[in-house]
């Protein structure tokens, strides 16, 4: 399957649910206060932690290891559910330990809602991971579908009938059931006990094991700026940047993803199959993809932010939004080129363990300049501390990557998506101080176009057609 095909697959599949997930961002900024955001936003962000930590590992090793087991599908599926019933356990044993020494009831019930949460999550991103490594990219879409529906539905009943965060965080958990049981129903004849495999476990283990640390820092980097916002300025302040930030992942973040979603698993299949040749062909097609998607949404985000903060977000999110989403969208651009490109270096050569130094070097960096920044810069010194951090880490990635596995850069298509960016950009100033949902609209449409047009003027789409030869820089 090409890449502009898989990946066309994914944005269908990632698309939908990301527009749903935009949809409650203007419903909940409408009928939420800041700081019930805000609350609703740190308990998600101490889930997102505790997945990271604990489940993370397991998939990314479903996901490494697939193409050497995908003529027995029955072995590395039950050696996956059955790793996972025993993080499960484990994580219960420890929420048991922890309830005992809690005495506040309003605690012990949100413990108890975020090991439900963080046992949903992690079986659902397992079964989208299951998918991903299968190449169906439709029905991890579906699944996706599924989720982001019916939590939006719940989640608005619930608010509506006055719950606040904890509607939020009840029909979050919610959404999860009924894709999860889908796909236990899909896969329930694969699954056996007795075709565990140890030693693939094993396998799973030692590879996955490093990524861990680097999954906690990644989610770290990503969250501690809404807990050191939270310390320093309240709950409210972290439902204003939350907010923001969360708009900038539901579009850039999403976008980037859906390349990586569909790239990564070819450049390994590329790899194992066909061998490093074949995986360098595949990985500049990643590269182009990824930035020919990423580059001109970052731009554009920033550009139009007024009006998308107009058209998504309430009266009472807005101006907090326009000053800090083009910041936010600057340091997810980084992100994801480090993340979503660079990082693979480390994954690709199954040395996971300079992933660990990069995160590691970048979550201290991060939370250093943000208890530096936010006393004095306040929520903008929150995005100012992820641009540099970001900064930085892309770097490390780039330098200690290239002693792993050396990832080419077609330098020819990368001056040409910046072209095509300033070009789009420029088409775009003009329709700036436009407002309202028609005006976003001509505005998104319009610079597509641009974007597009100059793109086949400069020969870039054809690319995507196949791997072929260009003129790379294998320094990297």
């Not at 850069?409 to 028609?438: D, E, H, N, Q």
Request: glycine fraction near 8%.
């Amino acid at each position: 399957m090409s890449l502009l095909k898989h990946s066309s697959q994914y944005l269908v599949g990632k698309a939908v649910p990301s527009l749903i997930q935009l949809a409650a961002l203007a419903i909940f900024s409408r009928l939420l206060s800041p700081s019930a955001y805000g609350q609703y936003t740190l308990v998600i962000a101490g889930v997102g932690l505790a997945n990271a930590v604990s489940f993370q590992w397991l998939r990314h090793g479903l996901l490494r290891f697939w193409p050497l087991y995908e003529s027995r599908q029955e072995v590395i599926i039950s050696t996956v559910m059955t790793g996972f019933g025993v993080l499960v356990l484990i994580m219960g044993t420890l929420f048991i330990c922890v309830q005992a020494f809690v005495s506040d009831p309003v605690l012990q019930i949100l413990l108890a809602f975020g090991l439900a949460m963080l046992c949903a999550e992690a079986f659902f991103e397992l079964c989208q991971q299951l998918e991903r490594s299968k190449l169906m990219p439709l029905r991890y879409g579906l699944i996706g579908f599924v989720r982001a529906s019916a939590s939006l539905l719940i989640c608005t009943v619930l608010v509506l009938r006055g719950h606040g965060a904890k509607g939020l965080l009840v029909g979050t958990i919610a959404g999860f059931a009924l894709p999860i049981i889908l796909e236990i129903w899909f896969y329930r004849r694969l699954f056996s006990i007795q075709k565990v495999e140890w030693a693939l476990f094993n396998k799973l283990f030692h590879y996955g094991l490093p990524l861990t640390a680097t999954f906690a820092l990644g989610f770290l980097i990503k969250s501690s700026d809404r807990f050191l916002v939270g310390f320093f300025l309240g709950a409210e302040e972290v439902g204003l940047y939350a907010i923001s930030a969360n708009l900038a992942n539901y579009t850039l973040t999403t976008l980037m993803m859906v390349v990586n979603l569909a790239a990564f698993p070819l450049a390994i299949d590329a790899l194992e199959k066909n061998g490093r040749n074949a995986a360098d062909q595949q990985l500049e097609l990643n590269f182009i993809m990824l930035f020919a998607i990423a580059l001109p949404s970052a731009v554009g985000i920033c550009l139009l932010s007024p009006n998308i903060a107009t058209v998504f977000l309430g009266k009472n999110f807005r101006a907090a939004a326009v000053a800090v989403i083009p910041v936010i969208t600057f340091g997810a651009l980084l992100a994801g080129i480090k993340g979503y490109y660079f990082d693979l270096s480390f994954q690709l050569g199954r040395r996971t363990i300079g992933q660990v130094w990069v995160s590691l070097g970048t979550a201290l960096l991060n939370i250093l300049f943000n208890l530096v920044f936010i006393p004095v810069f306040g929520l903008l010194g929150a995005a100012f501390a992820n641009v540099l951090a970001y900064a930085a880490g892309l770097c490390f990635s780039i330098i200690l990557g290239r002693r792993v596995f050396r990832l080419p850069i077609p330098v020819r298509s990368f001056l040409k998506i910046v072209l095509a960016t300033g070009g789009m950009a420029l088409a775009l100033v003009p329709l700036r101080s436009y407002r309202g949902v028609s005006a976003l609209a001509i505005q998104v449409i319009t610079g597509g176009l641009v974007f597009s047009l100059l793109l086949w003027k400069f020969g870039i789409l054809s690319s995507f057609k196949g791997p072929g030869p260009e003129l790379s820089c294998q320094d990297v």
